[in-house]
């Protein structure tokens, strides 16, 4: 049996009186990709901390047991320790420097010199630091890295612009292109992705373990662990529930173990339901400059009532409809609501008319993330309806704060009190005080971009039950975009391609995967003018 | 000044959501005065100037918090607002108005002027987001400019404005002649053990606080906190982002001008020409001192922050003077303080103006 590459023994955490880890051992081995998952909250980041000697961690009085590399006890008391012995890390937040090329991100601070007469001359005064640069080199070693990776990028474009996606692989890129590196780690590479591009990094990462290197892999996405993944730690509480061979379960069960109860995850029943046909909501030929997410000419009908869902692949276009339509970045085209043309580039007449925005960007512009959760929730409906306010035209603090318990009950959102800042809570529920917001304003249509991006799978899947009661029991119609097929297939009433910024063709919820893949990659004979597609109309 | 103790913030909250910049400068305040009672000072006589100079200066850095809040950072073009006061006081003086007359026209011109001056600095502002700070600051450097051709060349022609001989208006205007100086210090003036309360000039202050506090609790006033917190959060929301920032600098400009008259009478001078140009920092610094940052500040900050600045900035020169034992140090130690805290408070602000 090999020997472990990388060894938790015992580790337990405090932060003042709040054990946030407990008695854990893992063992991983080389050249094997370990899943490690929990809710948020389950302690998943303070290993990784404590495996990076963050600052935070030994500034918090460091921790009990030890980390074993290769068998030996190691301490690891700052990340660039870490570096040393070979630990690389992939952020979920990008760690990228935009204006520089790819090659120059991927050798920061491991810059190669050159080696001639000047340097040598240049570096005996002035030091190493004062070498010129061998770009040639650097870049060969990119490209190699990027080759590895399977990805086509040109390692002298700009970091700038790149899809989000891209950028996942230009961070994994310079981790594996430290000459050390035996152990990644990988935190929720995935959550950004679309499908295809998950894809491409899953296969990446198997030829990596298949290459040596230890690969701990943090996801919530079950059915990529199934896939990928050789074994996989279930953390609950900063407790480890168990540690299993992943040929030896289930995403059901690795889902029930993670949460603690049963759930169902995948498809519900999803009856087919009645939808009046009268259409409340009509886009045509809509164009939207939004920066990576084009729209060119899309035309949709909605009708009242239903949940359409939008999906599609980052970058084709279909977080600009929305964006577009609420007048987030310019837009041109026909919108009517109720029969009636909407004004584009105006969000506030947008607002007053009854439609509410859920951003994609939760804590870009979805939240004002050091105020409390009260201000945030009336923010909208007072500045649109001028709600919330007392006779001199002053915020009524007891309504906002009314308002806010109400929301806290009904939509289960896990908080102090109302009075805490949104930046401190869990990302689902921080998306769910940004959905208690649009609810306040009472809108007939809701926009909800990306609701579970982010999001552990208990509180996933109590959003998506909300806006499916919202759509069930209130009427509310709701256009939702996410990035994730099954779970518009599990909620929506039909589903909207969009490939490169137009519309590609619409399926009902069960349609076949392939259908769906098809059509995301742009193929639909019948569809190619998107003119042609009727509502409702399966292609191909 | 109770009114700002309203301000829903328990006195517990409020601490523990200081930074500790307010106890530092605090904490040394305390020393010296109790450096000064040692030295057997009048350091009642201390605390009371403290609380003078505080009242004079707080509408100034309130100036601070509309321009904060919205997100263009401590606004270093104070100077547009005072020159914009001054032009009206000199204005009501040549009209010939006198006390308390004066000071109510000068006030009410003041704003006017600061609502138009505030407008096109506003429009300024939103030009160059992102560079708010180093702008405002030559912003202010360049009115003054400016307004030395106005004090040149206004056509006035009352004996208290001009220079004996020559044109232009001269350098230091006493308002003793108009009946204008201190007439808020002496307006209900009190004295407890040997404290003197210039009541007028407190209640002011307190009053234009109580405003600024009621404003951005308004609808336009919360919307101002949003666009600066968050200006795409704003966005969505259906707020106009650079007509808020507007509407917070005409603010701003306005308490600026307005200050300046309360300055003026309290002082019982106006000044012209430089003297607009190093005011700005001192009532950015005592703001800050105070406990805000680039981002955020409240109205509470601004009372902490400027009787903790002015207070400190009062007593340390003359204990100086006393400890060196005759040496007249005053202005030099005054300088070396007051650079001193703007220097500290200038390290406190977080990163940049939005």
Sequence with gaps: MAQNLLEFRGVSKNYADNQVLHDINIEIKAGEIHALIGENGAGKSTLMNILFGMPVIHSTGGFEGEVCICGEPVKIMSPHDAMEMGIGMVHQEFMLIPAFTIAENIKINREIPKENALNSTMSRIFGERMKTLDFKTMNQDARRALDRLEMSLDEFALVAGLPIGYMQFVEIAREIDKTNTRILVLDEPTAVLAESEAESLLSAMRKLAAEGIAIVFISHRLDEIINVCDRVTVLRDGELVVTKDVKDTNVIEIAELMIGRKVSIGKEDNEAREISDDVIFEIKDLHVAMPSERVRGVDLKVRRGEILGIGGLAGQGKLGIANGVMGMYPARGEVLFEGKPLPLNRTKQVLKSGVGFVSEDRKGIGLLLDEPIDDNIAFTEMSIHGNFLNFLGLCDSKAIRENALKMIKDLDIRCTNEKQHTGRLSGGNQQKVCVARALTQKPKLLFVSEPTRGVDIGAKKLILDLLRSLAQDQGMTIIMTSSELAELCSICDSVTIICEGKVIGTLPPDASPVEFGLMMSGICTSALDSENVKEGEVAQ | ?354
């Design chain 2, 1 to 354: 000044m109770e009114e700002t103790a309203k301000s829903g913030t328990d006195i517990k909250g409020l601490i523990k959501s200081l930074p500790p910049a307010p106890f530092i400068i605090g904490g040394f305040w305390v020393l010296v005065l109790i450096v000064a009672a040692i030295l057997n000072m009048p350091w009642v006589w201390l605390i009371s100037d403290s609380l003078q100079r505080a009242a004079i200066w707080g509408m100034l850095v309130l100036a601070m918090v509309p321009s904060i809040q919205s997100g263009t950072g401590p606004n270093f073009a104070l100077p547009v607002g005072l020159c914009g006061g001054m032009l009206a006081m000199v204005t009501a003086i040549q009209l010939g108005f006198t006390g308390m007359g004066l000071l109510v026209m000068a006030a009410g011109m003041a704003a006017i002027l600061g609502i138009i001056m505030g407008y096109l600095y506003g429009v300024l502002m939103n030009a160059v987001k992102g560079s708010e700070m180093a702008i405002a600051t030559y912003t202010g450097f360049s009115i003054t400019a400016v307004f030395f051709i106005i004090w040149l060349a206004v056509p006035f022609d009352n004996p208290f404005l001009g220079w004996f001989i020559g044109e232009g208006l001269r350098n230091t205007i006493a308002l003793g002649p108009m009946a204008a100086n201190q007439v808020l210090d002496n307006f209900l003036m009190f004295e407890v053990i040997g404290l003197t309360i210039r009541t007028g000039t407190i209640l002011v202050f307190a009053v234009f606080c109580t405003l600024v506090w009621l404003f951005f609790r308004s609808k336009t006033g919360i919307a101002i906190s949003a666009v600066g917190a968050n200006p795409m959060f704003a966005r969505a929301a259906g707020l106009n982002v650079d007509r808020s920032r507007i509407i917070a600098n005409i603010i701003s400009t306005s308490l600026a001008a307005v200050g300046v008259v309360v300055y003026a009478q309290s002082f019982g001078f106006l000044q012209l020409y430089d003297f607009p140009m190093w005011m700005a920092f001192p009532a950015v610094a005592a703001v800050l001192v105070g406990g805000a940052t680039a981002q955020r500040a409240k109205v509470i900050h601004v009372v902490i922050g400027v009787i903790l600045f002015q207070g400190l900035l009062t007593t340390v020169p003359p204990v100086f003077t006393e400890i060196l034992a005759g040496a007249d140090m005053t202005d030099a130690a005054r300088m070396v303080i007051q650079n001193a805290i703007i220097l500290y408070a200038l390290t406190k602000i977080r990163g940049g103006g939005k």
